[in-house]
């Protein structure tokens, strides 16, 4: 059975690569939030599927074949003739933060759900799942009706014991305006059992100043645990809710990194480690810990998909 199965959008990714003859180069890769995520997962040996629509364009098919070396499960990718997919490139600041320019409107992806068959798929791909992970990104990309049809599969997965785990990434750019996000997001909260939110995010779209008036949102809507990365502050933890609160509170420090890259997939990979020590028994707090050391990794390097040894080699090293 499948452990988790992401749902979101593959986009070729250009990063900055340094220079030559005056020209900037570019490295080409593959990337979108819930595949950074699901690719993370897979490294670190958890069951994971994707499910996506991507054209039949040779990228396309590179990128069908980069999941398949990263173990991912590719059954569910449906390739649509003469489409192709997403593209966005990274520019960085000196500090390592990141903008990102996307091309993304004609997007296979964004009509997911769109016909009978890619319902069924997805109602298909739920029964053999134990978890599904999908993302404010993944919800933004699509129409009013898909992502009703999302939702509803997603109530109906729920029902019958499976899980939900929603991270809550907002892009403005692909919303017609705030009030769709915010409505559309605090549709997938009431129906989430993991929250894996971003504080500046969660500001921004429902305007909750601080982590605890997440969490209490998170409360009003049945979440039964939450996790908030708040940058380089510390990860804050709300489990079990429980008599109007939740039962357990945790504050779990994130240690600093020196030279920090580009932050391109921070949260995908700390929810990558989060969700991988959760799903072998781990606790709360060790599950930030293999969070924030995912995200530590990704940081100190270019792009969202760190190369697979460089990954592996430092995730080996003694915790510090």
Avoid at 40 to 53: D, E, I, M, N, Q
Avoid at 164 to 174: K, S, T
Avoid at 218 to 226: D, K, Q, S, T
Wanted: proline share 5%.
């Amino acid at each position: 059975m499948t452990q988790i199965l992401a749902v979101g959008e593959v986009m070729v990714e250009l990063a900055p690569a340094g220079e030559a003859h005056g020209k900037k180069l570019l490295a080409l890769g593959y990337a979108g939030d819930t595949y950074n995520t699901a690719v993370y997962l897979s490294r670190l040996g958890v069951k994971t599927a994707y499910f996506t629509r991507l054209g039949d364009d040779p990228y396309s098919a590179e990128a069908i074949q980069t999941m398949g070396r990263e173990g991912l499960d590719t059954a569910s990718v449906e390739m649509v003739p003469g489409r192709t997919p997403g593209l966005y490139l990274i520019a960085n600041q000196p500090n390592g933060e990141r903008h990102f320019s996307f091309w993304r409107s004609q997007s296979p992806a964004r009509e997911m759900f769109s016909t009978a068959v890619s319902i069924a798929a997805l109602e298909e791909r739920l029964q053999d799942a134990q978890h599904v992970y999908f993302s404010g990104i993944t919800l933004g990309i699509l129409s009013d009706e898909t992502r009703s049809r999302f939702m509803r599969a997603l109530r109906n997965f729920r029902a019958s014991g499976g899980k939900v785990i929603f991270d809550n990434n907002y892009r403005p750019q692909l919303w017609r305006d705030r009030v769709e996000a915010e409505y559309a997001m605090t549709v997938a909260l009431n129906l989430t059992d993991i929250a894996l939110l971003t504080d500046d995010d969660a500001t921004r779209l429902w305007g909750d100043p601080t982590p605890a008036a997440m969490q209490a949102r998170c409360l009003a809507a049945g979440v039964a645990e939450v996790a908030i990365k708040c940058g380089p502050a510390p990860v804050q933890l709300a489990l079990r809710p429980e008599g109007g609160a939740y039962a357990e509170h945790y504050s779990v420090p994130v240690a600093p990194v020196e030279r920090v890259v580009d932050t391109t997939a921070a949260g995908d990979s700390f929810n990558a480690g989060y969700l991988f020590a959760r799903l072998r028994g781990e606790d709360p707090v060790a599950a930030a810990v293999w969070g924030c050391r995912c995200a530590a990794v990704v940081i100190q390097h270019r792009g969202a998909i760190v190369d697979r040894e460089v990954f592996a080699a430092a995730l080996s090293q003694p915790r510090p």
